[in-house]
């Protein structure tokens, strides 16, 4: 009986270790687990938390951002990083096409479909948002370079928000495994 239940703890500890090796992962944390244990990460990483708004600050790429955790069903689902700080429109277009190069050009990342994400240095974002209801998002695959890699539940794209004229950038880091499928309904 000891033999069953120390081979049936093997297994499940070997697909868990597989699990977190296929998700997305944001600054090399699996993007999975409890709430609580990715916090710890993060501060780990010298990233402040702050209970009163219950996100984290620090910087990341350059920027000083807030980072919160999602959860869905006690599960990490999403990392969302967003801009503490909002910027002008022409500021904006120049930093959306910049993290779209960066992505473009960083071997970890795919682009999710074959749309040139980059916004045309003439276009007038501020109108086409609040007139036409566009969204200026990018999306991207993560890629983990093994053999049998198949990076689509390891979704990762940030967009455009504004707010009261000025405008910040949004990304999110998803574990498509942790995501609420309906199963609730």
């Given at each position: 009986?000891?033999?069953?239940?120390s081979?049936?703890?093997?297994?499940?500890?070997?697909?868990?270790?597989?699990?977190?090796?296929?998700?997305?992962?944001?600054?090399?944390?699996?993007?999975?687990?409890?709430?609580?244990?990715?916090?710890?990460?993060?501060?780990?990483?010298?990233?402040?938390?702050?209970s009163?708004?219950?996100?984290?600050?620090?910087?990341?790429?350059?920027?000083?951002?807030?980072i919160?955790?999602?959860?869905d069903?006690?599960?990490?689902?999403?990392?969302m990083?967003?801009?503490?700080?909002?910027?002008?429109?022409?500021?904006?277009k120049?930093?959306?096409?910049?993290?779209?190069?960066?992505?473009n050009?960083?071997?970890?990342?795919?682009?999710?479909?074959l749309?040139?994400?980059?916004?045309?240095?003439?276009e007038?974002?501020?109108?086409?948002?609040?007139?036409?209801k566009?969204?200026?998002?990018?999306s991207?695959f993560q890629?983990q370079?093994?053999?049998?890699?198949?990076?689509?539940?390891r979704?990762v794209?940030?967009?455009?928000?504004?707010?009261?004229?000025?405008?910040y950038?949004?990304?999110?880091?998803?574990?498509?495994?942790?995501r609420?499928?309906?199963e609730?309904?």
């Amino acid at each position: 009986m000891k033999k069953v239940l120390s081979v049936v703890l093997v297994v499940m500890l070997a697909l868990a270790a597989h699990a977190q090796k296929d998700v997305t992962k944001f600054l090399g944390i699996p993007v999975d687990g409890s709430k609580s244990e990715i916090i710890q990460k993060l501060k780990a990483k010298g990233y402040k938390y702050n209970s009163t708004y219950d996100f984290l600050e620090g910087e990341f790429n350059g920027n000083d951002v807030h980072i919160y955790v999602v959860t869905d069903n006690n599960k990490v689902w999403r990392i969302m990083v967003t801009d503490e700080k909002s910027i002008d429109e022409t500021s904006i277009k120049l930093r959306f096409n910049k993290l779209c190069r960066q992505f473009n050009n960083n071997k970890k990342y795919v682009q999710s479909s074959l749309n040139d994400f980059t916004i045309p240095e003439d276009e007038d974002i501020s109108y086409e948002m609040l007139v036409h209801k566009k969204r200026y998002e990018a999306s991207f695959f993560q890629l983990q370079g093994t053999e049998n890699d198949n990076p689509y539940n390891r979704f990762v794209w940030f967009m455009i928000r504004e707010f009261e004229g000025k405008y910040y950038i949004t990304m999110f880091y998803d574990n498509e495994y942790n995501r609420s499928n309906g199963e609730d309904l």
